[in-house]
C-alpha cells in the first residue's frame, strides 16, 4: 500500500457554539478549558486553542444572530468589506479567519475540530470537505474503530476549498464533528458524552500521528452527498404540509429505495420515494434545513481508499 | 355515586403556535381550517374556533418574540394598560382574551384546548390548573381509555384562576395538551398524529357529553405538581455545569427516589437525589425551561376521584 509522508500537525482548535443552540460543543469548550485550568496544558498532545465561534448567538440561545456563521467562510464572505451594514456573523467570521487562518495560506493552522449536534438520528457522524484529505479520513478511520457507544460514519463533500463555506476549512486539515439527535437548546448527557469521546479520541489520534509512526490506510465506507429533497409545500404559502414517514424518521444512512414511504401529509396520506436509483438519506428532519427547504439529504455510499501516511521528522 | 350537572358546552377553541416553535400545534391548527374547508363545520359537534394564538413568534420559529405569551393571562396582566413599551406578547394576550374570554366572565368562551410539545419525553399530557375541573379530568379519563399509541397522564397544578397564566385559563375550562419528546422548529410525524388523536378524542368527549348521557365518573391517576430542581450551575457566571442523569433523561413520570442519580456533570461526576421523599421528575430537560431554572418539575402521584357529570338539558 501507498504511504504519503506530511507534516507533524502543531496547533489545533477545538470550536464549539458555531451554531449558539447545538448546546454539546457549546459546553464541552467550556469543560476543556476547565480541564487546561486544572491540569495544564501538557494533558494534551498538541497546543490546543479552544474557540466559542458565536459568542452572541450562544447567549441567545440561537444558532445565529444575522446569517448562519457556518456559511460564512468561503474566501469571497471572508474577503468582503465591512461595512455598517455588514451582518454581525461576516464579522466574527473574518475575525475567526485571522485568529486560526488565514485561510489557505501557510500561517493557517493545521486543524479544526468543530463542534456540532443535529436533530437528526446522525450517531457520531465525520463530515469532510474533501476527498483526499488523509488526516480526515484516518482520523475517521480511527473514531470508528475506537468508538463503540454510537455508530461513526463518514459523510462527504466534495467542494473546492475556496468555496467551502464551513468553519473547518479556514484550517489546512478541517474536520466537523457532527453528533444527533439532540434538539435544539438542550444538552443531552449520552450526546455530550460521545462528543467527548470523539475529541478525545481525535487527541489520541494526532498523538499517535505525531509520533511518526506509520498509520495503516485501507478501505472504509463513505456517504458521498447527491441531493437535497425538501417537504412538500403549499404551494401559496410555501409551508411544509407533510412531515416525515414515521418509517422513515430516526433512519438516517438507511437504504432509500423506490416505492419507500417519504412524507406522511398532515391530512394523512403517504408520498413515496419514487427515482430509480436508491440512495441513503442523512441529516433526516434536522430543525435548521427547515428555513433552507431540505428535508434530508441523499448520498451515495461508496468504498474509499485510505493510503498509510507517516508524520516527517521535524 | 355522586351526579353533577354541569351545562353543555357551547364553543370551544383549538389554540396552537402558543409558543411559536412547538410544532404539532402549530401544523395542526392549518390542518383543521383545511378540513372545514374542505368538509364544512358540520364534521365537529360544536362550533370551533381555531387559533394561531402567536403569528409572530410563528414566523420566526421562536418560542416567544418579547415574553413567553403562555405566563401572560394573569388577570393583572390582562388588565394592564398598554403603552409604547408593552411586550408584544402582552398585546396578543389582551387581544386573544377580547376574542376567546373576557377570562373569569359569563362570555368566556366555553373550552380551550392549547396544543403544546415539550422536548421531554412526556407522551400525551393533559395539564389542568384546577383540582375540580371535571370536564378537563373526564376528558382526560376518556383519552387514557382511548388512546393507546401513547402513553396519557394527567399532570394537575392547582392555582387559583386569576393568577393561572396559561392561554387556557382564559376559557371556562381550560386544558392543555402537551405532547413529546419533539425538539423545538421540527415536526415529527409520530408525535403530530399523537396530538392529532388527542383533538379528535377530545372532540368524541364534547360529542358525549352534550348528547346529554351520564358520564361515569371513577378514580383516576393524577400527577400533582410539588417543586421544581435546577440545574447545578457555575457560581459566577451561572451557567449550567451538568446535563440531566442518563438513567434520568427521558424517565419523565418514573419514581426517583433518595440516592438515585440525577444529573451527570460535564466532568463526569454523578449528583444524585438527597431528599427523604420519593416523587416523580415531569418535564425533564425541556429546553424552554434552561432559562427559567428548571432541570424538571417533581410532582406526587395521587389517587383522584371523579364524579360523574351530565350535561343539563339545554
Chains 1, 2 share one sequence.
Not at 72 to 77: D, G, L
Not at 238 to 248: E, M, S, Y
Not at 274 to 301: M, T
Request: glycine fraction near 6%; include cysteine.
Amino acid at each position: 500500500m501507498e504511504l504519503i509522508t506530511l507534516p507533524a500537525l502543531h496547533r489545533m482548535a477545538v470550536c464549539g457554539g458555531t451554531h449558539g443552540n447545538e448546546m454539546s460543543g457549546v459546553f464541552l469548550v467550556p469543560e476543556l478549558e476547565r480541564q487546561r485550568k486544572e491540569k495544564g496544558d501538557a494533558i494534551w498532545p498538541i497546543p490546543l486553542t479552544t474557540v466559542l465561534s458565536n459568542p452572541q448567538a450562544i447567549k441567545e440561545c440561537k444558532r445565529y444572530v444575522d446569517k448562519d456563521l457556518n456559511r460564512c467562510f468561503t474566501s469571497a464572505i471572508l474577503s468582503s468589506p465591512i461595512t455598517d451594514s455588514t451582518p454581525y456573523e461576516v464579522r466574527r467570521a473574518q475575525e475567526l479567519n485571522t485568529l486560526l487562518g488565514p485561510k489557505q495560506t501557510n500561517d493557517a493552522i493545521d486543524m479544526i475540530c468543530d463542534l456540532h449536534n443535529t436533530t437528526a438520528n446522525m450517531g457520531l457522524s465525520i463530515i469532510c470537505y474533501s476527498h483526499t484529505n488523509w488526516i480526515c479520513l484516518h482520523i475517521f478511520k480511527y473514531l470508528q474503530a475506537k468508538i463503540t457507544t454510537v455508530p461513526v460514519r463518514l459523510v462527504l463533500l466534495n467542494i473546492p476549498i475556496g468555496d467551502a463555506y464551513s468553519l473547518e476549512s479556514v484550517s489546512k486539515y478541517g474536520i466537523s464533528l457532527e453528533v444527533g439527535p439532540q434538539p435544539q437548546g438542550v444538552v443531552r448527557a449520552d450526546i455530550f458524552n460521545a462528543m467527548k469521546e470523539g475529541v478525545n479520541a481525535v487527541l489520541d489520534w494526532v498523538k499517535n500521528f505525531n509520533s511518526g509512526e506509520v498509520i495503516e490506510g485501507g478501505d472504509v465506507e463513505a456517504f458521498m452527498f447527491k441531493k437535497t429533497v425538501d417537504y412538500p409545500r403549499d404551494p401559496e404559502t410555501k409551508t411544509p404540509i407533510a412531515a416525515v414517514h414515521p418509517q422513515l424518521q430516526d433512519r438516517d444512512f438507511c437504504l432509500l429505495k423506490r416505492g419507500d414511504p417519504m412524507f406522511l401529509t398532515f391530512s394523512g396520506e403517504t408520498v413515496r420515494y419514487e427515482e430509480e436509483e436508491p440512495l441513503h438519506p442523512v441529516f433526516i428532519n434536522e430543525a435548521a434545513y427547515y428555513e433552507k427547504g431540505i428535508a434530508f439529504h441523499l448520498a451515495q455510499k461508496q468504498p474509499w481508499t485510505i493510503p498509510s501516511i507517516q508524520a516527517k521528522k521535524v
